[in-house]
């Protein structure tokens, strides 16, 4: 019998470099020049460019790479991960689609990933010979694909309600794949849902990704008594 394990996608996630329909705003423009980084090779962050995208497209769901910085750090720090029992991918809404090697440690200063996460979407690939991390094209088709899921479960406020261990425990087969949004606000998009298996509410409130995401590798864990 094959030996269980987990995938976990955050999909359609708010990370990606400016616009260029953003480029010349002042607000993007004083914090390239202040990090001495062309615009288009700067994450889009609300935090520092919340004026240039009162008008952007989907705005509101979009300009938050805090989301992966926490979901990454909390991953990676878990005995689940470590044992190599848990792949995980972040695929965003642009499209593209991140992958981590096992031995990946991420830098715990947000500064520090953002800079880390420019650099990965100039070059395509961070970390050496080791290839830590790569991005590239890919839709979230391609990344089941790639993982070949036994079973692909997406959590969202507007699925059956269940609680977390059963969601987990009843998951089907040796490979079940958990799909968090690494989005703000919003629900996942239609195209994302019909590849779902099930989908699933934890909770009647919206719940930060990384909250979810805790509560998840927990769960995990305990199905394979690494608690």
Do not use: N
């Amino acid at each position: 019998m094959a030996e269980k394990s987990f995938v976990l996608v955050l999909a359609e996630t708010a990370l990606e470099a400016i616009p260029e329909e953003l480029r010349k705003h002042p607000a993007v423009k004083a914090d390239a020049e202040r990090r001495e980084k062309p615009a288009g090779e700067i994450l889009l962050d609300r935090s520092f460019h919340h004026a240039a995208m009162l008008k952007l497209k989907d705005g509101e769901s979009r300009g938050r790479p805090d989301i992966a910085y926490h979901v990454l750090l909390d991953v990676t720090s878990s005995p689940i991960y470590r044992a190599g029992m848990l792949d995980l991918y972040v695929h965003t809404m642009g499209g593209m689609v991140l992958s981590f090697s096992k031995g990946l440690r991420p830098p715990r200063s947000y500064d520090r990933f953002r800079s880390l996460m420019e650099q990965l979407f100039v070059e395509g690939r961070v970390g050496g010979d080791a290839d830590l991390i790569t991005v590239e094209k890919g839709s979230f088709k391609e990344v089941l694909r790639e993982a070949k899921p036994s079973a692909v479960v997406g959590l969202s406020k507007l699925g059956k309600r269940a609680t977390l261990s059963g969601a987990v425990s009843s998951a089907h087969g040796t490979r079940p794949c958990f799909v968090v949004g690494g989005f703000p606000s919003g629900h996942f998009s239609e195209e994302i849902e019909r590849m779902f298996d099930s989908m699933v509410s934890i909770s009647p409130q919206g719940l930060d990704a990384s909250l979810v995401v805790c509560r998840l590798v927990y769960e995990m864990e305990r199905a394979l008594g690494l608690e």
